[in-house]
């Protein structure tokens, strides 16, 4: 639309203080390409604050920290699975991939092998899940991304049940 244009944004100290600190966020929990995505957001937001709105966040920002808990290694293997996975959610499509349980199953394995439609993720104190339906077992299942090793994308496409709603399953707000 030629010649239309949006009124500055104003924001409160607080509304620039906690979309700041939400690109904070993204940029230690998520994966390269959503690291990449916060960063932009966040110098944008930058620009179009005031003088002294841009002052007193920066100071109050200097104040607050946010620390995720977890190991460094478990990161980095999280990280890296989180970024297929939110691209075969996106895409609609299967991923196998293999999976250390914490607990052996009767012939005393705790490793399996697993395909599912991938359905969320969901990060519960401070580690990923993911949500899926799982072909092994034939349910919605749920999988600690930091246990999941050589997962690959696969092209089998699902279709998301309409019924199904995450906030359903982790009801947490």
């Known amino acids: 639309m030629e010649g239309y244009f949006l009124p500055p944004i104003s924001f409160t100290i607080e509304e620039a203080v906690t979309l700041l600190i939400g690109t ?17 957001a966040r110098r944008k937001i930058e620009v179009t604050l005031s003088d002294s ?3 007193e966040t920066s100071r109050i920002r200097k104040s607050l ?3 995720a808990p977890g190991k460094q290694t478990a990161l980095s293997n999280e990280r890296g699975n989180l970024d297929k996975i939110r691209r075969a959610l996106l895409d609609g499509r299967k991923i196998r991939f293999h999976y250390s349980k914490r607990i052996t199953n009767s012939t005393g ?14 990060l519960v104190e401070g580690s990923w899940m993911l949500v899926a339906r799982c ?3 034939q ?7 930091s246990r999941i090793a050589e997962l690959i994308e696969l092209d089998e496409r699902f ?3 309409a019924h199904f709603d995450l906030r359903e399953v982790y009801p947490f707000r």
């Open 24 to 40: 904070e966020f993204i940029e230690q929990r998520f994966d390269d390409d959503y690291r990449d995505r916060a960063n932009v």
């Open 53 to 55: 709105v841009r002052s």
């Open 65 to 67: 920290r946010l620390l």
């Open 109 to 122: 394995s705790r490793h399996s092998e697993r395909t599912a439609a991938t359905y969320g993720l969901v």
């Open 135 to 137: 072909d092994l077992r």
């Open 139 to 145: 349910d919605i299942r749920h999988f600690r991304l």
């Open 159 to 161: 279709e998301l049940p």
